[in-house]
């Protein structure tokens, strides 16, 4: 009986994906319903007031992407701008892609540069940003000597590590 628990496919209800994720009810609803980075639930969409909106492991592990972008401060430009890039692809992708793909990948850290707008202007030039993932066999070069950017460091192999565990922990229940 255990194994046959062991091979069905995970559901999530909105309340057990806030509190894998640690999202507020307020924010997983911005992001579906404003249908920000292809977010939505794919199990079971019901619309209207006490709907229930039912999520796969995959959706749970977008949300999750989506979310620690969001914590660390990125604008919803630049995290379409990561989730993109994770797919390598110039149009919309979507968050649940972007997850998946970080995951095969192996990706540990994700590293967003960019130009402060103040600097951006006075050099009289648009604010570029550059997004990388870094990978545990690839140091961590920088050098601060003149540098004018911003650097955030956002540490996705960790968390998606520990979404996974609970998300695991959860099966069990």
């Known amino acids: 009986m ?3 628990k062991e091979n069905l496919p ?10 894998l994720v640690g999202v507020p009810p307020v924010n997983l609803n ?3 319903e404003r249908k920000l980075y292809g977010l939505a639930p794919s199990v079971r969409a019901e619309t209207g007031r006490g709907g229930r909106r039912i999520f796969s492991e995959t959706d749970v592990l977008g949300v999750g992407l989506v979310w620690w972008l969001f914590e660390s401060g ?6 379409q701008c990561v989730i993109n890039e994770a797919n390598r692809k110039q149009r919309q992708s979507t968050a649940n892609d972007a997850a998946t793909a970080l995951i095969e990948a192996g990706a540990m850290v994700l590293v967003v540069e960019s130009t402060l707008t103040s600097v951006a202007r006075s050099e009289d030039s648009r604010a570029p940003q550059r997004v990388c ?3 545990e ?3 961590v070069k920088f050098d601060s000597k003149g540098c004018l950017k911003s650097v955030l460091f ?3 192999g960790n968390l998606f590590a520990r979404l996974r565990k ?3 922990e959860f099966r069990r229940s």
């Open 2 to 4: 255990e194994n046959q």
């Open 10 to 19: 995970l559901i999530f209800e909105s309340a057990d994906v806030t509190a």
């Open 30 to 32: 911005k992001f579906i």
């Open 74 to 79: 990125l604008r919803s430009q630049t995290i």
């Open 133 to 135: 993932f870094l990978h």
């Open 137 to 139: 066999d690839r140091p």
């Open 154 to 156: 956002v540490p996705i």
């Open 166 to 168: 609970m998300i695991s």
